[in-house]
């Protein structure tokens, strides 16, 4: 079974900065790979997924995540985060098939901004 | 495209009392998800649709739970008999080929 890792809980940065968040998954081919963002009380915003071809994919909101094959790693990044920003982030994977579509999620990470 | 929207947004019930929720896709989207998500968790799938058939349910959906989508448009969720444990925020996303999900605002359910 696919399985999602997000190894930070909670991550702290400073306005301004850059920010990466770590998504590691388990599956035996290349799934299909997402990362969606969520703020207090509100459903999933897409940012941006990675289903094949080049593996630095560009998003919303000036978020892009690279997709590394032989780590099993989809990170995402920002080059210098707002104090918007903050929220909880959710990396999330798929098999590649259609009828198996069901998402398998991480248990996120919740991004805090500091002035 | 409006996006996809459910109502109602929160719901407070007692222990034991049945409660239905509703989802209404983006237009011309033919496959509709269910979700559930607890506190501190991520999203987990309970079932989806491909136009009016259901195609998929998790083993999370307790046959308490059942899902309908009757003419391949909007869908509901009911929960019969609600238990504690099934507080939680419940997410409903649509696509139009499967690949990429659009999730709604979720509906926020307490049981006390």
């Known amino acids: 079974a696919q399985s999602v890792t997000q190894p930070d809980i909670h991550i702290t940065v400073s306005e301004g900065a850059s920010l990466e968040l770590r998504c590691n998954y388990s599956?035996?081919?290349?799934?299909?790979l997402f990362w969606y963002v969520q703020s207090p009380g509100q459903g999933l915003q897409l940012l941006l997924k990675y289903f094949s071809g080049d593996t630095l994919v560009q998003g919303i909101k000036g978020f892009e995540a690279e997709f590394k094959r032989s780590q099993s790693s989809f990170n995402l990044r920002k080059p210098s985060v707002h104090w918007s920003d903050a929220a909880e982030y959710f990396c999330?994977?798929?098999?590649?098939?259609?009828?198996?579509?069901?998402?398998?999620f991480g248990t996120g990470t919740r991004l805090t901004i500091i002035p | 495209d409006t996006g996809v929207s459910q109502d109602p947004r929160h719901k407070i019930t007692k222990r034991g009392q049945n409660v239905t929720f509703r989802c209404d896709p983006i237009?011309?989207?033919?496959?509709l998800y269910w979700y559930r998500q607890t506190l501190g968790q991520g999203p987990e799938f309970l079932t989806y649709?491909?136009?009016?058939?259901?195609?998929?349910k998790s083993r999370l959906l307790s046959d308490r739970f059942s899902a309908e989508r009757p003419k391949g448009s909007f869908s509901t969720l009911e929960i019969q008999r609600t238990e504690q444990g099934d507080s939680a925020m419940y997410l409903c996303?649509?696509?139009?080929?499967?690949?990429?999900?659009?999730f709604g605002p979720g509906t926020r359910l307490l049981v006390l």
């Open positions: 599956y035996g081919a290349t799934p299909y």
């Open positions: 999330a994977v798929r098999e590649p098939n259609f009828g198996n579509e069901k998402l398998t």
């Open positions: 649709f491909q136009n009016e058939a259901q195609l998929e």
């Open positions: 996303a649509s696509s139009n080929r499967g690949e990429t999900q659009y």
């Open positions: 237009s011309e989207h033919n496959r």
